[in-house]
């Protein structure tokens, strides 16, 4: 299963985007990210995760902590992580907004699945970028994802996305040297079917078509769905994991979180050891990570 293979895949595409968050794709193609760097936008250390990695560390905390998913202790971790820097390596530097009002929205008393943002503004890839962990456990039904995408982000669309994108990582897992395309369709042809006659289907269409072969008609901000593009076409557009989460850095913006969802489906397909080691020694309390790994691996075996 080798959870430590997608969940370090997304940390390192989330390290790497770290200093260039906001730059335009035209800044970085005159000064393209080759590797680790510090400094940038948000002034960390190389190798610092933000968000991305933090939210998915707390969600397999509550698992593993629990025994079971549990949505009201899912959100008291965020909360942690919001308030008290849980899952940081120093500080929290970042956190979006739609993920913010639903924590705050806990905090005032609501019931964790009537926090997240349920208008079309709602659909940012603050839950695609955490939702990784759940592609291990076995079994996992789409309501339970769903629901979990909709602890801060409730919008039906949201919610196919990250079904949809653990449909994919979950493709990988158990089957070997397919091409990209493969999992893809593999994954869609489900969607499809599932969510026959749901209107939001038609927001997914380049998805569902293999349309990602052009990097003019790939946006790389912070909606839902121009994440999940972008991380496919970057998968669809190089062969190696080096290359993948480097493209997705460099398409700008949103570049952590483009980064951490491309990161952690390539981790999956290409594997740890593929992942630079150069980039992994960079990371602060990278082995805490992998022993948690290594943990909630157990903990799905046993489920």
């Not at 769903?146 to 449909?167: P, W």
């Amino acid at each position: 299963m080798k959870v430590k293979d997608g969940i370090i895949g997304l940390l390192i595409g989330d390290a790497l985007g770290v200093p260039v968050e906001f730059k335009s794709r035209e800044y970085l193609r005159e000064n393209p990210i080759t590797g680790m760097i510090g400094g940038g936008t948000h002034h960390q250390k190389a190798g610092t995760w933000s968000d991305d990695t933090s939210l998915t560390l707390a969600t397999m905390a509550s698992i593993v902590n629990r025994k079971c998913i549990d949505y009201e202790d899912i959100m008291q971790e965020f909360c942690y992580w919001l308030k008290q820097d849980k899952y940081c390596q120093r500080a929290n530097f970042d956190v979006g907004n739609t993920t913010a009002d639903a924590l705050f929205n806990y905090l005032d008393g609501n019931s964790a699945l009537e926090c997240g943002g349920r208008g079309e503004r709602s659909n940012g890839n603050g839950s695609l970028m955490r939702i990784i962990p759940l592609a291990y456990i076995p079994d996992i039904d789409y309501e339970t994802i769903e629901n979990i995408s909709a602890l801060t982000h409730a919008h039906k669309r949201s919610r196919i996305a990250c079904v949809l994108y653990i449909e994919i990582a979950k493709s990988m897992i158990e089957n070997n040297d397919l091409p990209i395309e493969d999992y893809v369709k593999n994954a869609s042809e489900k969607i499809i079917e599932y969510y026959e006659g749901c209107e939001e289907l038609k927001h997914f269409k380049r998805i569902f078509n293999d349309e990602l072969d052009d990097e003019d008609t790939i946006s790389s901000g912070g909606y839902v769905l121009d994440s999940l593009e972008s991380s496919i076409f970057c998968l669809k557009t190089t062969d190696s994991y080096r290359d993948a989460v480097l493209k997705a850095v460099n398409l700008g913006r949103d570049t952590d979180t483009t980064a951490a969802i491309c990161g952690g489906l390539a981790g999956i397909y290409y594997g740890y050891d593929e992942i630079p080691e150069e980039w992994i020694d960079a990371v602060d309390k990278i082995d805490q990570v992998i022993s948690f790994c290594e943990e909630f691996e157990k903990y799905c075996d046993e489920d």
